[in-house]
């Protein structure tokens, strides 16, 4: 209200032509008491032995109720049931309540209905004030009692006159003080704005929240476009919970430039009152996120870490920044989903890619070591902003304004934690840091704004400066406005009743909200009061105080600045056929193998995005291992026990025999895993996988056994390098098995989803693995069936196509009905029919990938669920056209 007022006085002097003039003297009552008791002081006229030694600000003042209260509960049995934070907030509540409304403490015990919390409350309250007073301190609201107390006193000359601006409701502490005054001969006049023009108020009814926001930003947009030097305040009764979707309406329509960082603190044509807790802004999070990291001393999720990596504002953010996100990607592919900071500046200065990283984290490290476990919040005060310079903090570029400013605050609430000195005593660097960070979320921090906007976007309580040309008002639903009573929980309910306090109940919130609308309709000369018909599947009802007021209807709705962009608002967008990529050029490699020609059979797209370009998701780090390394580890397993063994060995084995292979080919497959490992896994982690692997390894030999025709194992892992149709294919073949007449068996281990085999008839094969391995890789050699093998708890089974019947178990021929339902006879008459069509299909695949072909193109999008490039495809947006283009061509079939 003040700055408002200050802004009104600016312009009415702007307007008379003055070039300089002195400041209007504009304050909240608590700043004008405090400047004329310091005032008093200087002089003498207070003696600075009277004075109490310290004023409690919230923040200290809700510590030292916790204090009191862990300290009452440090005996009961269910203290940790308590909520102390929250219990600490209620009493400073109840006990500024009790201050401010003169409610003396017995009344509380004879009001009716006094509960056990109420006794509590008063034991609590004691205690203190026992402490403040043996401290010599006072909360700020008595504080506020003893400046009125001395000001009736002082001979201090006063003003003649003060006016009162934005008082809606005088509460019994502030009448002690405006009787004071008057007392003393000041004159006292309650200010108000009355607009030249009566006002007419309407209201509308939108259909939700988000038809609210449109509304009124295209209403105070085209207020400004018809005259811009209109004054225009919006009104949101929860301003802190949709200012950012105000801001970014606004900026849609009136600032679109603002899209561009370099834009992002340009002046604006509106200004919010309430700003953002300072540790919403970017660079004051980073600095929390730091302290947080290395104060903890303990583990930390990679998906906490992984943010603060990218973020800016620490060590080489912008010389690094590429090497962080590679970093980044090594992170989760290599360690696991827990990490703890030792471990990620081991990492970092292995991966040698992060050098001023890795640096900056090591010194951190050396700084933490060399930290008492405890010490007193003045002595970490400056140990902070030391241990935050070794981190590189606030980064290589130059700050902003904006991220000036607040840094600037951010270092004054550091300094100012040497307040707490006799409120904590000597704390954990861990205690700090979090009181740090409750500081900085109770800090609402709004940068200074820069010339006069017209626009005012206010809370429901707060006051303009002078009668504005056009008013909106927003959220006005029963539910929000008069808001929900709310009283103190440890004060009897009928007490706050009967006396009137702030919230008590439906009256009293009645009253005040009647006070602040008969305000609004005395700030602007046109008014509009919306609300919402519902949220959500709930239907919502309009508040009373403007439920006489006449409807408007069909208001124009504000658009994004993307739907600004949208054919419908009169945007023509070229279109261009971008399904053809670059063709590969002589010798240029594509990696992915038989990866990349699956990809490209499902869709091109996919196959050019991820394997051509090389766009890939970043892993998801788990604990211990994934189910991709669980895999990994069971093809180890198998690969070591079938070295040197073949059909004959293993049926001539026991169980016992049997069971020991495997276990030997575990240990070793454990070994070779763990000792490539960038940590090594756990002697009991180690135990329990061996055990899983043995369990899991010696079923699927059982299935082994019953195989009819005897088999050799040929090779494992068998490494194959393929050139097809000009495309560099490296691939590995799970196994190869030799039967009798040298005829060969393929086998694809698998110990996840059930592979499906049915596409291998169709023109664009999307598991072609197999395939590839038995028409290409294998070219020369004669091979019988190929199958996949899956190798999973109770699901052991072979699946595929053999050559003829009783090669493995349950893999049936090519004649067989089951077979040819998927294997038609016309098409695939036998076995080397099947063959060829592989290899042509299979070539065509990678003649498109040669050729450049990458549409987006599919037959299923449950094809694409393990599509790793899928935000790229920009599937809804082209579901989107699809949709457009049928309604155009419906709408013409309609009108011909």
């Not at 001969?185 to 209201?203: A, L």
């Not at 599947?537 to 006449?550: E, F, G, K, V």
């Not at 498109?848 to 999008?861: L, T």
Request: aromatic share 8%.
């Amino acid at each position: 209200m003040a700055h408002n007022i200050q802004l009104v006085n600016t312009r009415e002097m702007v307007a008379q032509g003055q070039q300089q003039w002195s400041p209007l003297q504009t304050y909240t009552l608590k700043q004008w008491l405090e400047s004329q008791i310091q005032t008093a002081i200087l002089l003498g006229e207070i003696p600075a032995a009277n004075v109490p030694s310290r004023t409690l600000d919230a923040m200290e003042e809700r510590l030292l109720w916790e204090r009191v209260i862990e300290e009452s509960l440090a005996n009961d049995v269910m203290k940790d049931l308590f909520d102390s934070s929250g219990l600490a907030s209620a009493a400073a509540e109840a006990n500024a309540l009790m201050q401010v409304w003169n409610i003396p403490p017995a009344s509380l015990l004879v009001a009716t209905q006094t509960t056990e919390e109420t006794k509590q409350f008063l034991q609590w309250r004691r205690a203190f004030q026992k402490a403040c007073s043996q401290a010599g301190w006072l909360e700020s609201v008595r504080y506020f009692d003893w400046q009125i107390e001395r000001l009736a006193k002082l001979e201090l000359a006063l003003p003649s006159t003060i006016d009162l601006a934005g008082f809606d409701r005088i509460d019994p502490q502030q009448q002690r003080l405006l009787d004071v005054l008057m007392a003393r001969g000041v004159q006292v006049n309650i200010w108000q704005i009355k607009p030249e023009i009566t006002p007419n108020p309407v209201q509308c009814k939108l259909d939700n929240r988000d038809a609210e926001y449109r509304a009124a930003v295209a209403w105070a947009v085209n207020a400004l476009h018809d005259n811009p030097q209109a004054r225009l305040a919006i009104v949101v009764p929860e301003l802190a919970v949709l200012r950012e979707r105000l801001a970014s309406l606004l900026d849609d329509y009136l600032h679109p430039v603002s899209i561009e960082a370099s834009h992002a603190e340009m002046p604006r044509l509106y200004d919010f009152s309430l700003g953002q807790p300072l540790s919403k802004q970017p660079v004051i999070a980073v600095a929390l996120n730091l302290l947080r990291l290395c104060a903890g001393r303990h583990d930390v999720a990679q998906e906490q870490f992984s943010p603060l990596l990218l973020q800016r504002f620490w060590s080489a953010d912008i010389s690094e920044a590429n090497a962080r996100a590679k970093f980044d990607a090594l992170l989760r592919h290599k360690l696991p989903q827990t990490i703890n900071l030792r471990r990620i500046i081991h990492f970092a200065e292995q991966a040698k890619i992060v050098p001023e990283l890795a640096l900056c984290l090591r010194s951190a490290s050396t700084f933490l070591d060399q930290l008492p476990l405890r010490n007193f919040p003045s002595v970490w005060s400056s140990l902070l902003l030391q241990f935050l310079k070794t981190l590189g903090w606030p980064g290589e570029r130059g700050l902003s304004s904006h991220e000036f400013q607040s840094q600037q605050k951010f270092l004054e609430l550091v300094e100012g934690l040497s307040r707490l000195d006799a409120l904590l005593g000597k704390v954990t660097l861990a205690t700090i840091v979090q009181w740090l960070a409750q500081r900085c979320v109770d800090e609402i921090f709004q940068p200074r704004s820069m010339g006069d906007p017209p626009l005012q976007i206010l809370g429901m309580l707060e006051a303009v400066g002078s009668a504005l040309d056009g008013l909106w008002v927003m959220g006005m639903n029963d539910h929000i406005w008069p808001p929900q009573p709310r009283p103190n929980p440890l004060l009897p309910a009928a007490l706050q009743r009967s006396i009137g306090t702030p919230n008590a109940d439906s009256q009293v919130q009645s009253e005040f909200a009647q006070a602040i609308h008969q305000r609004l309709l005395h700030s602007a000369s046109q008014i509009v009061f919306s609300w919402s018909e519902k949220e959500a599947d709930r239907m919502l009802r309009t508040s009373p105080l403007i439920a006489a007021l006449p409807l408007i209807t069909d208001l124009p709705l504000a658009s994004t600045l993307a739907e600004q962009y949208l054919p419908e608002q009169g945007f023509e967008p070229d279109a261009i056929d971008d399904h053809i990529a670059p063709a590969l050029t002589a010798g240029e490699y594509v990696h992915g193998g038989t990866g990349l020609l699956k990809a490209q059979a499902i869709c091109p797209a996919w196959a050019y995005y991820q394997y051509r370009l090389g766009a890939r998701k970043l892993e998801s780090p788990v604990d211990g291992l994934d189910s991709a390394t669980r895999g990994n580890l069971v093809h180890m397993v198998l690969q070591q026990f079938w070295q040197g063994r073949d059909s004959v060995v293993l049926q001539e084995m026991s169980v016992e025999q049997r069971l020991y292979a495997v276990d030997m080919a575990a240990t070793a497959a454990l070994t070779q895993f763990n000792q490539e490992r960038d940590q090594a896994l756990s002697a009991a982690f180690i135990a329990l996988e061996q055990q899983r692997l043995v369990k899991l390894v010696d079923a699927w030999l059982m299935l082994e056994l019953t195989r009819l025709a005897p088999f050799s194992v040929a090779a494992c892992e068998k490494k194959v390098e393929l050139d097809i149709e000009g495309i560099a294919i490296r691939l590995f073949i799970d196994r190869i098995d030799a039967l009798e007449d040298g005829r060969l068996v393929i086998i694809d281990y698998k110990t996840g989803a059930k592979p499906d085999y049915k596409n291998w008839a169709e023109s664009r094969i999307t598991e072609p693995q197999l395939p590839i391995y038995a028409a290409l890789a294998l070219l020369g050699d004669e091979v019988a069936a190929v199958c996949f093998s899956r190798v999973k708890s109770e699901e052991h089974a072979f699946s595929g196509i053999a050559a003829e019947a009783e090669i493995l178990p349950k893999v049936n021929d090519i004649t067989h009905k089951v077979i040819r339902n998927i294997f038609d006879e016309a098409s695939f008459p036998d076995w080397p029919a099947v063959l060829e069509h592989w290899r042509t299909s299979i070539r065509a695949i990678a003649s498109e990938i040669k050729v450049g072909e990458a549409a987006v193109r599919f037959n299923d999008e449950e094809d694409l669920k393990y599509c790793e490039v899928l935000p790229l495809l920009r599937l809804p947006e082209r579901e989107l056209q699809f949709e457009r283009a049928n309604a155009l061509l419906t709408d013409g079939t309609t009108n011909a």
